[in-house]
């Protein structure tokens, strides 16, 4: 008997600090309950404020028009959860709200906000989610971000103090870092961001997964990681960096005022993009530097880039008033289709200040207008080498760009006089349903072991399918690899 007594206490105290762990809020709740699941709370806040590491605040259907701080932490093991009850819409509606804070903000640590949607914060400087300072171990997961709005007027004009922003993380200590930040499973929607972006980590950031998220329908960039703007006080640390996105889904995100990128990779270092589909933006990708500074050593692998308005990929700082420069960064087994449909003979890349780079073992389908790319200012030790390029003028059709003004028609005219492609081929690549969005590529492709015969896959590098990046031995040109 004294052990089952010792057995049964034990139940019992387990059961207790199971319940003690987790909190309920409901909008048919009330503040002086104990928040218990049939004794919730009423407010969401109320319940964060009472909240202790290891702690998870289940948040019952309903709306709550309620902006809230998150001012407690969690610890190393014991994360703090907000999250929606077993599967319940929860909505937190800004609709109403008078000020101009963020609908969630924290800059505290060890916090996972889960399975909420956001939703109609609508004033200059508007934010869905604000992370700042020094705070670490964040995890975003499965949320919805809607309606984040620069201005209630849907037809207000535009200009570079016009902004909002979604998804924001932030890192303005000069030593301390925001780090180990996770954002997965969410879709942002249905924002006006004027000069801002959707999903933006800057200044001193450091340690970002971003994957998995669906990104549309949206004004201006929809991934964005920045350096060089002084966030971040120290400019050494001003770089979000060590940083892979991956496996995201970016669509119909453009700007009225500027070409915006799916993804864009502006002061960042140290960033590996690879695994994404970018759809019908500006840019499908960039890496770029628009301030003073550096951008170093962005990968983007293993992509698919088509039918955006301006260009395929912009890579390279711009300004030519700048000392911005993008140094040791890497386009590689990409899938270019169809890109510059606004007819800009822009073609496939744009190419600007880009030191040290390489372009590789990418597919470029070139659209009516059979413009390779058009290229720029300095690119200094590029090397464009073993693609796979089709234009159906032909490849004697193509035309490229170098210095703004100095035109090539046809592939072996510009190779000749450049230097480039030694190893590009010509050809079809085979796609087996560009219509509705298939790339894989079909058995007898030319794009099939076309890449480079001494390339080394990345460590957990995979193709589109998740499958081994090098099959028989030499990579496939583009993003998937035949099997």
Known sequence: MKSLSFLLAFLLVSLSAFCQSNYFVSTSGNDANNGAIDSPWRHIQYG????????????????????????????????????????EEVILDAVNSLDDTSIIYTDNSYIRIEGLHLTNNQHNYAQGIF??????????????????????????????????????????????????????????????????????????????????????????????????????????????????????????????????????????????????????NGYGGEIGCEENGFTDNVIFRNNLFYLNAATGMHIGAYDESTSGIVTNSKVLNNTFYGNDTNNWFNGSLIITKFI??????????????????????????????????????????????????????????????????ANDTFGDPLFINPSIGDFHIAANSPAIDAGNPNYSAGVGEVDIDGQARVNNGTIDCGTDEFY
């Open 131 to 280: 992370i700042l300072g020094s705070c670490h171990h964040i995890e975003i997961v499965n949320n919805k971000i809607s309606n984040i709005h620069f201005s209630t007027n849907p037809n207000a004009a535009v200009n570079n103090n016009t902004n909002a922003v979604p998804l924001y993380v932030l890192g303005n200590h000069p030593d301390n870092p925001a780090h180990d930040i996770f954002v997965s499973g969410n879709e942002i929607f249905n924002c006006r961001t004027g000069y801002s972006e959707n999903l933006s980590m800057g200044g001193n950031v450091d340690g970002i997964l971003i994957e998995n998220n669906v990104i549309h329908d949206n004004t201006n960039i929809g991934i964005d990681l920045t350096g060089n703007y002084g966030e971040c006080p120290n400019p050494v640390n001003d770089h979000a960096r060590n940083a892979i996105i991956r496996y995201n889904l970016i669509y119909n995100c453009n700007s009225p005022y500027s070409s915006a990128a799916g993804i864009y990779i502006d002061g960042g270092k140290d960033v590996i993009v690879e695994n994404n589909v970018s759809h019908h």
């Open 48 to 87: 964060i404020n009472q909240l202790t590491p290891g702690a998870t605040l289940n948040i019952r259907g309903g709306v709550y028009e309620e902006k809230i701080d998150i001012d407690v932490s969690g610890s190393l093991g014991q994360m703090i959860t907000i999250k929606n009850y077993a599967g």
């Open 356 to 421: 040290d780079g390489e372009v590789s073992n990418n597919i470029f389908y070139i659209s009516s207008q059979n413009v390779l790319f058009y290229a720029e200012r300095e690119q200094t030790n590029m090397i464009f080498d073993h693609n796979l390029i089709f234009a159906t003028a032909g490849a004697n059709g193509i035309e490229t760009t170098i210095n703004g003004n100095l035109g090539f028609e046809g592939l072996s005219e510009l190779f000749e006089v450049t230097g480039y492609g």
